[in-house]
């Protein structure tokens, strides 16, 4: 019931583009986040998940997130219930497509559903490092990679992200675009928010995804707000878009998507 009422809340909240007078954020909201074009990626991208959620094949993976330890499940299970949904990786394939960057970090890479999105949207020259807990998890998305013949190397970094994330960054000149898709609870997510802002410049672009997934993710999501070297932030209900841009005043943006 919670959930319905935060959503009742957003949807109250949020502008369409007549209620944007910032021409940054109008830009993106007509050209990006409200287009309606069909891309032909999408084809490629979403029929490997069906493939995956036809998929009976058990999967047993160690949870490193909001719930920890071992768990068993099957492909088909995971792919429905976990990772981006259709409407929200079609939204991070246009921002990738519109931002265009060239370093890109996804903490949680799951089946690779999202990882296909972000990276088809990027230039031919961009590098994709994406961070997963669980190996055999991992496996089926460098597969899925495979599958979609993608003309960037992805690379799959395995194990607890408190571990793997800064051994990522030593690799990474400065990050452009991140995606934070992994242990949904506030004091990791505010962790990872804090190491990632030493990569990140004036053009880098974080989204959070499930902001309000729970009591801990709204609060986390108010604290990144808060931050003095946050500047412009977006709320898409499930993500939360945060800009650098010191050229911008701050301000917070509900927006309908």
Excluded at 82 to 94: A, D, T
Aim: aromatic fraction near 14%; glycine fraction near 6%.
């Amino acid at each position: 019931m919670n959930g319905w009422l935060e959503y009742i809340k957003y949807k109250y909240k949020s502008s369409n583009l007549h209620g944007v007078h910032s021409p940054f954020i109008y830009d993106l909201l007509e050209k990006v986040i409200q287009d309606k074009t069909i891309f032909k990626e999408y084809a490629a991208i979403e029929d490997i998940k069906s493939a995956l959620i036809k998929n009976q094949s058990e999967l047993t993976f160690y949870d490193h997130g909001a719930q920890k330890g071992e768990k068993q499940t099957t492909i088909s299970k995971l792919a429905s219930n976990s990772g981006v949904s259709q409407k929200y990786g079609r939204l991070l394939f246009r921002l990738t497509r519109w931002f265009q960057p060239k370093y890109v970090l996804e903490l949680g890479t799951s089946l690779g559903i999202g990882t296909l999105y972000l990276s088809m949207g990027c230039g031919i020259d961009a590098e994709i490092f994406s961070l997963e807990g669980g190996e055999s998890i991992a496996d089926i998305a460098k597969q899925n990679f495979k599958k979609a013949n993608l003309y960037q190397d992805v690379f799959v970094k395995v194990g607890p992200i408190e571990e793997t994330l800064n051994e990522v960054l030593l690799e990474m000149p400065q990050i452009d675009f991140a995606y934070f898709d992994a242990n949904h609870r506030l004091v990791p997510t505010l962790q990872y928010f804090e190491i990632c802002l030493a990569k990140a410049h004036e053009n880098t672009v974080f989204i959070f995804d499930d902001i309000n997934w729970s009591k801990e993710m709204r609060e986390a999501w108010h604290i990144i707000k808060q931050h003095p070297k946050t500047k412009v932030t977006v709320d898409l209900y499930r993500f939360g878009m945060v800009f650098f841009k010191t050229n911008q005043a701050k301000e917070d943006f509900i927006l309908r998507f």
